[in-house]
T-cell receptor, first 113, second 109 residues
């Protein structure tokens, strides 16, 4: 929605492999968020980038998870040594300056075999 | 962020108003109430938000009680396309919130 794209749309990987998930947000956003949604459940906050501040990593479930945002725009979520419990839809969202509305991407469905 | 409680599921007849309740009894003074919905296999979609006053936009109305401990999302004329999971979130921040299980609204013909 509103120009937030994510890639790949689907990713199947083997347990123990590393994966990178990409978020391409609209220009002019001020904050970027990553969420995880397990099957049939609500969204779990993972990490948050705002301007040039250090990211808020309080939601990351383990040190196997990391994320970066390059040039204040594109963001990559990396999961190292994937486990089966990492299987979920990973969603990226952005907000605009002074805005309350989050614009979500379509998500990446990760399946760890 | 304050915790919210929503019914697991609700049904509504097409063309009638859908009233979705949310309890947030531990809300603090500067936390907003946000509503999102998620249609199957899509990312969540923003609906509306409010602080103290009732709010209305082209999608819905949000009624917040005077003590702010609960709120109701109103879809005035529900259509089949409104079938979705509706999430009520209370937060200081537009994001950085964990969405609970929400209410599954089924609009029936």
């Amino acid at each position: 929605g509103a120009g937030v794209s994510q890639s790949p749309s689907n990713k199947v990987t083997e347990k123990g492999k590393d994966v990178e998930l990409r978020c391409d947000p609209i220009s002019g956003h001020t904050a970027l968020y990553w969420y995880r949604q397990s099957l049939g459940q609500g969204l779990e906050f993972l990490i948050y980038f705002q301007g040039n501040s250090a990211p808020d990593k309080s939601g990351l479930p383990s040190d196997r998870f990391s994320a970066e945002r390059t040039g204040g725009s594109v963001s990559t979520l990396t999961i190292q040594r994937t486990q089966q419990e990492d299987s979920a839809v990973y969603l990226c969202a952005v907000t605009r300056r002074l805005g309350h509305e989050q614009f979500f991407g379509p998500g990446t469905r990760l399946t760890v075999l | 962020d304050a915790k919210t409680t929503q019914p697991t599921s609700m049904d509504c007849a097409e063309g009638r108003a859908a009233n979705l309740p949310c309890n947030h009894s531990t809300i603090s003074g500067n936390e907003y109430v946000y509503w999102y919905r998620q249609i199957h296999s899509q990312g969540p979609q923003y609906i509306i938000h409010g602080l103290k006053n009732n709010e209305t936009n082209e999608m819905a109305s949000l009624i917040i009680t005077e003590d702010r401990k609960s709120s109701t999302l109103i879809l005035p004329h529900a259509t089949l396309r409104d079938t979705a999971v509706y999430y009520c979130i209370v937060s200081f921040n537009a994001g950085k919130s964990t969405f609970g299980d929400g209410t599954t609204l089924t609009v029936k013909p």
